[in-house]
């Protein structure tokens, strides 16, 4: 590998991360979060995370750094996963067109991707970042380095919940820590480093919160990000006032996440024509 590639955006973005992730973590094992120890003096308290541990409460401790490891490892494989990259070989491309044509109403033409010339699929989006055609496009995640799709995103909303969960513990730490009993000075110099991770995390907290309950909301009407904010640009949503795809919340649910129903776009597209018609 050139050494060039190791200063790529996605490798600094996912460093970027790690290091932040494992920096917090190792903030609140080692600063005071929890009410101080009355067996040691008052100006050295014991952190909650390392009481728990002196005390032989070791579940609660294991059981969050286990979830901070969960979420750096779902965070990689999301990042570093196939987001669902339309990969036709060329000799099959005008087989593809045939069967696709044949299940579409000539109504919605299929279109050939201006910038790699595949057939694009329903749903299907080029992304620039990525330069790459990905079906079911979601949209493109900055602090992933990755694009979210078809392939991709039910795990990158298991990874939103997951983190939500450690944020939101990291946050009650960071915050049992915080003393406001003391001298400006005095507080600045022994809750400054705990302040500042308690800023971080209530940040992180309400982004991911948002997304959260936004994908949960797409997932359950079965539509994507790029689809709910581009509804007027996209050939096979503008001229209908209801989304083609929403089969209801349970079968949405069950689609997203297990693959059941299972079935192509187009399939679904032209079955909710007919209805309509």
Known sequence: MAPWALLSPGVLVRTGHTV??????????????????????RTHPT?????WEEQGELLLPLT?????????????????????????????????????????PQAIPLRRCRYCLMLHPLRAR????????????????????????ERNHPLFVAYLALQLVVLLWALCLAWSGLRFF?????????NGLLFATFLLLSLFSSVASLLLASHLYLVASNTTTWEFISSHRIAYLRQRS???????????????????PSGSWETLWAEEEEDSS
């Open 126 to 149: 080029h992304c620039h970042e990525c330069r790459r055609c990905v079906r079911r496009y979601d949209h493109h995640c900055p602090w992933m380095e990755n694009c979210v799709g």
């Open 64 to 104: 969050f750094l286990l979830l901070v490891l969960g979420s750096l490892l779902l965070y990689l494989a999301v990042s570093l996963m196939d987001p669902g990259y339309v990969n036709v070989q060329p000799q099959f491309q005008e087989e593809l067109k045939e069967e696709q044509t044949a299940m579409v």
């Open 47 to 51: 952190p909650q995370l390392r009481q």
């Open 182 to 190: 003391q001298p400006w000075g005095l507080w600045l110099r022994s």
């Open 242 to 260: 209801s989304n083609p795809f929403d089969r209801g919340l349970i079968r949405n649910l069950a689609h997203f996440f297990c693959g059941w």
């Open 20 to 41: 932040l992730t494992w920096g917090i973590t190792l903030v609140l094992f080692l600063h005071d979060t929890g009410e101080p120890d009355p067996a040691r003096p």
